[in-house]
């Protein structure tokens, strides 16, 4: 089964600063999403990122999908403390037949001091 | 504020009860799950509903039951939890249906105690 992971697992940035985060994949990379959930909140749903290369930007956070496909990384250029959370990536994974299902990985906790 | 609707927001239920999660989306999404998540963990697939008809379960006990009676409602009907499947109980819905690659959007969830 793919595995994803994640680093760091937390991390503490001073307001203003840069940051970036990574997700590594075992295997090629269909489907590659991003999201951020406050806890015990829902996950809202940031990028998706399909080619490799291919890089989407919002606002002030920039992802981006290596050319083979297993490696993408999350930047947050001069952050704020509404950018604090909890950064999850996602990956479409076989669920059996023709369904794909999306696994997680274990998650980066943002903690922006200001 | 999120598309997709779920309620009650939060439940207290004895191991004998029985309760209902219900979810509700209105973006003409044909693809719905149900994921679990125990804190400080990402979320963990339970079932997924593709044009209606169930299309994934990760293998989740029988005291869990989901149910789909269109394709804007799901529900997840609870028989007989242990204290260790409380937890916060995530609705998402997408586009496609589960063999195509399209963002799911998440609802706020339904925090569970079970007693």
């Known amino acids: 089964s793919q595995e994803l992971e994640q680093s760091p697992q937390s991390l503490i940035v001073q307001e203003g600063k840069n940051l970036t985060i990574n997700c590594t994949s075992s295997?090629?990379?269909?489907?590659l999403y991003w999201y951020k959930q406050k806890y015990g909140e829902g996950l809202i749903f940031l990028m998706m990122l399909q080619k490799g290369g291919e890089e989407k930007s919002h606002e002030k956070i920039t992802a981006k999908l290596d050319e083979k496909k297993q490696q993408s990384s999350l930047h947050i250029t001069a952050s704020q403390p509404s950018h604090a959370g909890i950064y999850l990536c996602?990956?479409?994974?076989?669920?059996?037949?023709?369904?794909?299902?999306?696994?997680f990985g274990k998650g980066t906790l943002l903690t922006v001091n200001p | 504020d999120t598309e997709v609707t779920q309620t009650p927001k939060h439940l207290v239920m004895g191991m004998t009860n029985k309760k209902s999660l219900k979810c509700e989306q209105h973006?003409?999404?044909?693809?719905m799950y149900w994921y679990k998540q125990k804190a400080k963990k990402p979320p963990e697939l339970m079932f997924v509903y593709s044009y209606e008809k169930l299309s994934i379960n990760e293998s989740v006990p029988s005291r869990f039951s989901p149910e789909c009676p269109n394709s804007s409602l799901l529900n997840l009907h609870l028989h007989a939890l242990q204290p260790e499947d409380s937890a916060l109980y995530l609705c998402?819905?997408?586009?496609?249906?589960?063999?195509?690659?399209?963002?799911?959007?998440f609802g706020n969830g339904t925090r569970l105690t079970v007693t």
């Open positions: 973006m003409g999404h044909r693809a």
């Open positions: 295997k090629t990379l269909y489907g």
């Open positions: 998402a819905s997408s586009q496609g249906g589960s063999g195509i690659s399209s963002p799911l959007h």
């Open positions: 996602g990956a479409d994974t076989p669920g059996g037949g023709s369904n794909y299902k999306l696994t």
